[in-house]
Each structure stands twice: as structure tokens, then as C-alpha cells.
């Protein structure tokens, strides 16, 4: 072992870490919009650094249109659809990837289903056209249905016996109410209610062009791609859905615990939530900030509370999630069961304090300095680029919304941490959730307010 005399003066004597550089300058690759005239909105961002392409087709309806009669159908569209075409079965599509060095994924979440694919650029319109194969000519094989139909069984049955999964449902129960985003994911009876035929009708009825957003970063020259976009999407016609109408989410006065029972649990996971905002509403770059330092970041007041103080959890972590229609603010973590109680009166504590007092400067410059790094980091490669404009493209951000973002938070005070905190962290009307066992933290659960108890399935056992 080296002798600490045997290093380097610097070494030795250095008694504080160098300071950061200035910040480098994002260079924001040349962007295009067009509309075909099928209505599909085509978004290009030219990034020659390395010859390869990254694609994805995004459609404006996911498990929130189908929610209330069939919950999770979405999700389920979207698994399926990748597995045939009128012209290609699973393993053709398969050979297809493989010989363009490509991958292929497909998603849907509440808001929007998902089509993406990337790979090398010389096979841009390889890629291209297989993506609209399954767009425009998926079959849904029924033996591929059955075979994810029984995956679907088994990976329901691991989210029932998952502490944080029952509480993320629990939360979304409680603050959204009759509206499609309270439903999280089906039930093993509703999933064994899916027809193939229900597949296709969501499948006709909302992947269609006037309805989606296609974006494409990547090796290529914007008019060459704009030519294969247009040979490829061109003629693709269909009616556009009905928009989605929903009530209004619930709400709530004063704090109830909704507690669900898991039986010989050792920890408990602890959530706080309420509702919030999307990223339209003009105060989302304040409460994006006074988040990072509530709890959204690693050296936040909540690590540094009851992680490095106390030492009740490993990490805590605070969230503003922003969909389309409606945003939530989320506090967790996951405790030891004796300590349940002490985590939420902390969580509060400092909740309250980040809505009275003014933060410091230095809690202040190090926030400020973290998400405008982060956001430097998410933009620097193909697949960050892609997921940053579909934020802006989907959520109908302003203009200028990427370019401007690392300003506008540097921009930002004090004053602006305390208002965003007292309008968007609802303290006296939060809604608390806590999956564990009812012997070892029903107590403590009353402390906070009314309780409701549920089993793992969500049903209400409360006396």
C-alpha cells in the first residue's frame, strides 16, 4: 500500500475538490418540420457525428382512451404489434433487424403507444419501412396474442407482491379518481377479457397518421430523408380518433393514509402525493427547481435528511410528473417498518420548510447547476436528443423550449423556490400511502389522518 508520503504534494495537501469548469454550450443540430399531407407531423434533427439513425413514431393515444373498459389494451396493442405483418411473421422481422444491424422496440404508455427503431444510416430506409409495416399492416398473429396474453399473467402476479408498484397504483387510485389516469394496470380477470379483435379495433381506430408524430435523428441529409419519409408514409390513410374527454380528478381537503396490507413485510414503502401541474402551465421550470432541492436530486434536503442524518432509507426521492392532461407531485421511500412514521413526519418537515423559508445560495447555485447539467448530458446523444424532443413535440411545447431551458432555470430565485413550493407541494392536503404490514404500522398510519386499509388486489378492508 502506497504511503500517504509517498504521494504527491497536490495530493496531500489538497483540501477541496477543483472547481467545475464553465459551462460548455450545447450545439443544437439543424431541425426541420413538415406535415405530410396525411396529416403526420415529421420532425428532423440532422447529428452527422456517427452513421446511425434513431426513429420513432409516436401515436396520441395510450391506456387512458381505453381505461375505462379495457384497462392496459394499449399496452398490450403495443407488444403485440411487433410480432407480424401481412407480409412478415416474428422471425422475418427478426432477420430484417439483424441484417440492418437494427433494434426495434414498441411501447404505450397513458398518454401515447410507441413505435421505435434505430440503426445503422445506410439502412435508413430499410428502417423506415418496417417501422411503417407495423404501423400500417400489423396482424396480430393469434398464437403471438395467447404467448404475450400469458406474459402479461405472470408479470401481474410479480406487480401484486411489489411494494412499490401497489403504492404507485394506490396514489393514482386516490388522486385521479373516475379519471383514465387512476388506472395504472389491469387485473388478471380484465387482461383474460382481451379478444384479438379489440387489439385490431384500438389498432385501426389510433394508429393512424393525423394522430402521430414521427421523429428521426440521425446521419442523413434532411431533403434525401424527407423523400423517404414520404415514399414510405405518403399514402397512409385514416381517419383521425375523436379526442379524449375526462372528469375532472378529485379534489381532496385535509390528509387521509391509505394503508395496504402485506403481511409479514419488514419495510414499509412510504408515498406522499397530490396533484400538480404539466409542463405548459407557466410555473413547471420553478417547480422543477424547487424540486431538485426538496428531493428530486442526490444532495437534496430529503437525501440529506433521512438518509445521511437518520438513516431510515438508502434514497428518497421526490417527483413532479407531468402528463398531458394532468401532473402529480410524488414524495417515497422504503423504511424500516419502526421508523414509518418518523420518514413521514420528516418528509413533511421538510416539505413545509421549502414552502416558508427561503432556500440558501448555495442550496440554490448547486440545484441550478445540477438539472442544467443533467439536461446538457440528456441532449449530448441520439436517443437523449429523440426523448427530449418528443417531450416538446407531444406536450405542445413553445417554441424555443430546448434552447432556452438551462437560461431560463439559471434565471430563477429564491423567491421563485418558496411560491412554486406553496402552490405545487400541498402539504395540508397531501394523500399518504403505505404498503407494509398492518401490525407493524397500523398505529403510526393514524397519526396522520383517516385511514382506509385495501388488500394487494385494491380492494377496501377497512371495518
Known sequence: MTSPSALPASIVTRATPPGLTAERPVQWPKRTERQLSNGLQVVLAESREFPKISAQLYFRSG????AHRAPGLAEMVATVVRTGTATRVSRRIEEDLRRMGAGLGTHAGADSSSIAASGLAEFSS???ELMADLARNASFPEDEFERERRQRFEELKIERTTPGFLASERLRRVLFGAHPYAVVAPTEDQVAAYTREQLQEFYRQHYVPGDALL???????????????????????APRPAP???????????RHVHL??????????????NLAITRRDPDWYRVVLANAIYGGAFHSRLVLNIREQKGYTYSPRSGINALRQQGYFTVNAAVR????????TEMFYEMDRMRSIPVTPEELDSARSYLTGVFSLGVATQDGLLGQLSTVYLDQMPEGYLETYRERIRALTADDVVAAARRHFDSANAQIILVGDRAQIGEQAALFGPVTEYDAQGAVTTP
Open 215 to 237: 421523429l428521426v435523428v440521425g446521419d442523413f441529409a434532411t431533403d434525401a430523408m424527407l423523400e423517404q419519409i414520404d415514399k414510405v408514409f405518403g399514402s397512409w390513410q
Open 126 to 128: 430499410g428502417i423506415l
Open 244 to 254: 379524449l374527454v375526462s372528469p375532472a380528478p378529485p379534489r381532496h381537503s385535509g
Open 260 to 273: 395496504v396490507h402485506m403481511p409479514g413485510t419488514v419495510q414499509t414503502q412510504v408515498v406522499i402525493g
Open 337 to 344: 417498518n419502526d421508523v414509518a412514521a418518523a420518514t413521514l
Open 63 to 66: 391506456n387512458a382512451v381505453v
